[in-house]
């Protein structure tokens, strides 16, 4: 959850202005939160107030117009009778991280998974992208060693994670689809040493970085443990006080209990 947000706030920068190199320093003056960090903390209010993920988000994303929405979820959020508009889009899969953490078997996880991705992103491509960033979640938190994992997501939901970090840089390119998405996010983190380090390979990749970077430091965080002190505190000055006190308390029920 926290490990999310810090990667949507690390990568905020470079989404427009892509690099291909760990070698950055890691809070940009200019580093902000964007609609990743909104609709993940969303998901997390749904989840801590048992109300439903659709008018949780709807109503969560107009209270922060500005944060970067891609179009047909802008349109989504406007809408005085918001619909589910078939999108495979990665929204699904960059808010999805609480889920990871709020439920405590495979069948739930998938289950919720795919409830907070059919609001909006109702493709098959957008549900299975959701369920599989939700599913490593649950698995690393319960202790599951990353070949195992690796494995796993392969088996059940058929994406490629036979590549590497280094190998996929130089091709890998902006792509905001969960196919694109997903399994380079998943490939970051299998191939990084710490929360960090898994951060840094996502934004490495180049693409859609607040994004990658906030769908691996999800995954990272689960994996490493809590995320450093110095990374917590610099999320909590970005965030707005409404946005930190979601996250405190989520994190404080499902995380640190």
């Not at 689809?177 to 380079?184: D, E, F, K, L, R």
């Not at 040493?193 to 180049?206: F, H, T």
Request: with cysteine; proline share 4%.
């Amino acid at each position: 959850m926290l490990g999310a947000i810090a990667g949507d706030i690390i990568g905020s920068v470079y989404e427009v202005n892509s690099i291909k190199t760990k070698d950055f320093p890691l809070f940009h003056p200019a580093c902000r939160f964007t609609d990743d960090s909104v609709c993940t903390i969303a998901v997390a209010q749904a989840i801590l107030e048992k109300r439903e993920y659709q008018s949780t988000v709807w109503e969560m994303g107009r209270k922060y117009p500005d944060a970067g929405y891609g179009g047909s979820f802008y349109g989504w959020l406007y809408s005085r009778d918001p619909k589910p508009y078939n999108s495979w889009g990665n929204g699904s899969a960059m808010r999805v991280s609480p889920v990871g953490y709020a439920f405590n078997t495979v069948e739930e996880v998938l289950h919720e998974a795919a409830r907070s991705a059919e609001i909006t992103h109702n493709h098959l491509e957008g549900i299975k992208g959701a369920q599989a960033i939700a599913l490593a979640i649950f698995l690393c938190r319960s202790g599951i060693d990353k070949p195992e994992i690796r494995t796993e997501i392969h088996q059940r939901f058929g994406y490629d994670l036979g590549m590497t970090v280094e190998k996929m840089r130089p091709w890998y390119d902006f792509d905001v689809s969960c196919q694109g998405t997903v399994p380079a996010a998943l490939i970051a983190f299998f191939d990084s040493v710490s929360y960090e380090d898994a951060v840094r390979n996502a934004i490495s990749l180049g693409g859609d970085s607040d994004t990658l970077a906030c769908i691996t430091g999800g995954i990272a965080e689960a994996y490493y443990g809590p995320i450093p002190l110095l990374i917590r505190e610099k999320v909590e000055a970005v965030l707005t006080d409404e946005l930190w006190q979601i996250t405190q308390a989520f994190c404080e029920q499902y995380i640190m209990h």
